[in-house]
């Protein structure tokens, strides 16, 4: 199929969203899958063949999309609309619209480079104690939790229970560490 | 001008904490909370704003409920019903809120009712959560009450408020992002950011139109 003259191709944009929570990287096929449910079951099959909604990629925790140019704010309502993908619940969170994919991507790298001032950052996923037998060192109420992804003063954590493990959404002001001790050292 | 979320469902009822909730909704444009079964507290810059829903109770007990809160500073709102109970709690001084138009009747919520609230300083809720969350006749019944509330809005201009009803920082939604649901249904840029402010509106205790002297 040849390639189309600039004047008589279909205009693009893209869009650059965040996937919350932080850790998850869904596979992008089923992530469009997602998204074009959304679109589907918001605007109607019209709509989306309009629109033209897709997935190119996930990176660094955020994802790149496109639509046609022109659609952007139904593509962004339909992207608000979206609660889950497969089983995962997860949120995207639109950060920037653009021409071109390069522009989105030096805002991923400048994203991922950024310090929140005033915060300590530690963008370290800590491996969880799940599984093992060694206890949690963090507290949240009177029950304990395994960090899970541990991000400036944010804290995802899992909150073991008698039937399931559930996300917890923290900060770090909320958790208590768990044998702390106040007896100066020398004694 | 305030920019608030009505309703938000924090820890032990939801599965993200106050300070979190927090965090997250200044991030997203909101500088204050009404949180479900929270203290008050100004956290990260975010004021969070207590807030009791009355759920399947009687107008009798509204009214006593009403007349135990008034002056704690929170928000104190209502489940709605039918519609001979939404006009008694909507003329009951000391309730803020209206909630539960999405999956109320028909005729729960008709134009006495509106001028009942609008006299009264009684605001409606917009919750976002069957719009986002909801699929196929769920989301088209809500989109068609708030399609319906907007009609009666605009003719006896109540109070609206915007909520996320969100028991995780997942369910939350930016300024922007609501602003965008909320065009689905007929409301404007000055709409969105009216109903954005409508909690700290009926917060106020609004004056008589006619005052003795």
């Known amino acids: 199929m040849s390639i189309r003259p600039p004047t008589l191709r279909e205009k693009k944009r893209y869009v650059l969203a965040r996937i919350d929570p932080a850790g998850i990287s869904p596979d992008p096929k089923d992530l469009y899958y997602a998204v074009y449910e959304a679109v589907v079951s918001l605007f109607g099959d019209m709509a989306a063949a309009a629109m033209q909604p897709s997935v190119l990629s996930v990176e660094k925790g955020c994802v790149i999309l496109r639509c046609r140019r022109g659609a952007e704010r139904e593509f962004a309502i339909a992207l608000s609309t979206l609660s889950g993908c497969r089983d995962t619940l997860l949120t995207l969170r639109v950060l920037a619209v653009s021409g071109t994919i390069e522009s989105l991507r030096e805002r991923i790298a400048e994203i991922a480079s950024r310090k929140d001032p005033g915060d300590s950052p530690k963008d370290v996923v800590l491996p969880s104690a799940e599984g093992t037998s060694e206890p949690s060192l963090y507290r949240f109420g009177s029950e304990p939790v395994d960090i899970i992804v541990w991000d400036g003063r944010k804290v995802d954590a899992l909150e073991k229970g008698f039937k399931n493990a559930r996300r917890l959404f923290l900060t770090t002001e909320d958790l208590e560490i768990i044998h702390a001790t106040t007896i100066p050292d020398g004694l | ?213």
């Open chain 2, 1 to 213: 001008m305030k920019i608030t979320d009505a309703c938000v469902f924090p820890y032990p009822v939801g599965d993200s904490s106050v300070r979190r909730f927090a965090l997250e909704a200044r991030s997203l444009g909101y500088d204050s909370l009404v949180a479900a079964d929270a203290t008050a507290a100004t956290i990260c810059g975010v004021n969070i704003i207590p807030g009791v829903i009355l759920v399947g109770v009687s107008a009798k007990d509204v009214q006593s409920r009403a007349k135990k809160s008034r002056g704690t500073g929170g928000i104190l709102s209502v489940q709605m019903g039918d519609n001979g109970f939404n006009r008694a709690v909507a003329g009951t001084s000391g309730i803020h809120i209206l909630r539960g138009i999405a999956t109320a009747d028909k005729q729960a919520f008709d134009h006495v009712a509106a001028k009942i609230a609008a006299d009264n300083n009684t605001a409606l809720d917009i919750d976002l959560s069957p719009i986002i969350f909801g699929r196929g006749h769920l989301r088209q019944k809500a989109i068609h009450r708030y399609l319906d509330l907007m009609v009666l809005h605009r003719r006896f201009e109540f109070p609206l408020t915007i909520s996320s009803f969100a028991g995780s920082v997942l369910g939350l939604r930016a300024v922007r992002d609501a602003a965008g649901l909320c065009s689905l249904f007929g409301m404007d840029e000055i709409d969105v950011q009216a109903a954005l402010a409508g909690v700290s509106r009926v917060m106020v205790k609004g004056e008589a139109a006619v005052r003795v002297i």
